[in-house]
């Protein structure tokens, strides 16, 4: 008769903190393997703690109630399939990421993370130590080689794994999503197969953490690279897969293989499930934005009818004596095609209040950006009140062309605890645009069809503060800009390598200046999702205050 090892996969949505909530998900997911006859039930990396965790694992308190909370766990599910779970552990003084193996009601093995990441939104050198490389884990007939995570990114653990005998690879991961991640990802673990002639689980976690959103797709391949099986992006799932014994090793036999989203479509979900997450998490079910008539409160505002249902978005349209007639229409447009409530503040009482009070001191001085931030900053102070009132979460709107170059208002328009498209450039919130009123899916909450109208998004740009006012007026279009920002902030390009490309010098020098000089306004900014490898927070760390301007050659 030929040997056959079921392994249940569950790409899960832990809770950072939440442990007795995160062991309840794996004991249901337990459930459902046992009765599917699964030999094996296996979660992501750091699952009982939820990740990241940051500084929250360096609390003793903490890490003592998750590996208490895993031992629990493993004595609650002795009677049927063995569970591999992610979670810390302290071991000789030292604290480990972990991957812990349950059989039989006891904790049978423990694989301790050897490859710690250290860029991007990582710096787990910081918290935890590098264990040493460990060799396979029985369970049941099969020798499973446990490449925690980044260990899979490297080749010297999982070729150690082949050489001391596994027979499979799994690997559990807290791999966060960023553009074009899943190729990356896939092409990787088709370099261990290759290398090792191993099949290879790559089990990733799902769900929105601060800025981070997990995106799962977890997949499944053979020996030379093929696939055998690839689970959903960005949703929960729980799916069995066969591992059949076979003269030249063992195999994984074909399960689901469920499509990815393009790439338009991944950004999308994933601003929609970081905010959800966010939200949920926190304890929020409900949101307020202010919604202008632009596009940027257009797509946020869509972007929260889908997470959350139209019925629990309050937009709020504050005019003052600068606000045309277009943009009241196309506010109520907007909201009116969503579905969402619309209430009206006007800001022109309170701005004629603050000048008056201002007046003496401003006696002699000639109006400027001084009264164009008042404006926006009333429309902040209001926003807070209603959100402190009714418990709603205040969403803010800037896109990450704003955000780089300072265009927004601190204690204004930058007031809120959210951001969705904090890393989604300007150029690509109009596209974005195009693409929700062309596509809807099943995990959107919001209605079908033209949600955002098309002259919100085809008009220019304006803030509205001063008469006739556009974007433009202060900034190189966006299209120039948003090349402009990409080189500098997310390849870290110099002024001069911009210039050989065909920028004008004294553009890229002054972009580059309120890129740096608006560091501070960043610092201080609500967190958003990210969508790039450089994204503001994590990603990208400067100093506030810095001298240094690149020359570019000159």
């Keep these: 008769m030929t040997e056959r090892f079921r392994l249940t996969l569950a790409q899960l949505n832990p809770t950072v903190g939440d442990l007795a909530g995160n ?56 009677e049927g399939p063995a569970i591999g779970i992610g979670g810390p552990c302290l071991e000789d003084g030292r604290l480990m990421n972990a991957y812990w193996v349950l059989e039989g009601g006891r904790v049978s093995a423990r694989v301790f993370k050897h490859h710690l990441p250290n860029a991007e939104v990582f710096d787990e050198k910081r918290v935890f130590s590098s264990g040493e490389v460990h060799g396979p884990c029985r369970v049941g007939p099969l020798r499973i080689g446990i490449p925690i995570c980044e260990d899979s990114w490297h080749p010297d653990v999982c070729e150690t794994l082949a050489e001391t005998g596994a027979e499979i690879l799994l690997v559990p991961n807290g791999s966060p999503y960023h553009r074009e991640k899943l190729d990356v990802r896939v092409n990787l673990m088709v370099t261990r197969v290759v290398e090792t002639g191993l099949p290879l689980v790559y089990l990733n976690m799902v769900g929105g953490q601060d800025d981070q959103v997990f995106d799962g797709a977890s997949f499944v391949l053979n020996p030379h690279g093929r696939l055998m ?50 939200l949920g998490k926190s304890g929020f079910s409900r949101v307020l934005l202010g919604l202008s008539g632009g596009i940027d409160s257009a797509l946020v505002a869509a972007i929260a009818a889908d997470a959350l249902g139209p019925e629990a978005v309050r937009c709020v349209m504050l005019p003052s004596r600068f606000t045309s007639q277009a943009s009241l229409e196309d506010a109520a447009a907007v909201a009116r095609a969503l579905g969402c409530r619309l209430d009206e503040v006007g800001i022109g009482g309170p701005q004629e209040a603050v000048g008056a009070a201002l007046g003496p001191l401003f006696e002699g001085t000639e109006p400027g950006i001084t009264e164009e931030n008042i404006q926006s900053r009333l429309r902040g102070l209001l926003l807070m009140a209603l959100s402190n009132k009714f418990g709603e979460m205040l969403l803010t709107t800037g896109n990450k062309s704003e955000v780089a170059v300072g ?102 020098a002054r972009i580059e200046r309120l890129i740096l000089g608006s560091e501070w306004k960043r610092f201080q900014s609500a967190p958003g999702t990210r969508l790039t490898r450089r994204a503001f927070w994590l990603d990208r760390r400067y100093p506030m205050v810095n001298r240094w301007r690149d020359a570019g050659g000159a």
């Design 23 to 78: 062991a309840a998900l794996a004991r249901r997911a337990w459930d459902e393997a046992r009765a599917a006859g699964s030999d094996m039930l296996a979660l992501t990396e750091m699952f009982v703690t939820g990740y990241q965790t940051q500084d929250l694992v360096l609390r003793r308190a903490f890490v003592e109630e998750a590996m208490a909370t895993i031992e629990r766990l493993a004595a609650d599910c002795a």
């Design 229 to 278: 099986a690839q689970l959903p992006a960005f949703e929960e799932a729980l799916v069995h897969v066969d591992f059949e014994a076979a003269d030249e090793g063992w195999r994984a036999l074909p399960a689901p293989i469920v499509a990815q989203p393009d790439l338009w479509e991944a950004d999308y979900h994933a601003m929609v499930l970081s905010l959800r997450d966010y």
């Design 407 to 508: 265009y927004c208002t601190i204690y204004g328009d930058m007031n809120g605890g959210y951001n969705p498209i904090k890393d989604l450039y300007k150029t690509r919130v109009f596209q974005m645009c195009r693409w929700r009123n062309g596509h809807h899916r099943p995990w959107m909450k919001g209605p079908e069809g033209e949600v955002i109208p098309p002259r919100v998004i085809d008009k220019p740009p304006s803030a509205e503060l001063r008469e006739d006012q556009k974007d433009e007026d202060s900034l190189p279009p966006y299209a120039t800009l948003d090349a402009i920002l990409e080189g500098l902030v997310d390849r870290e390009e110099g002024v001069a390598e911009l210039v050989a490309r065909g920028f004008e010098r004294e553009t890229v």
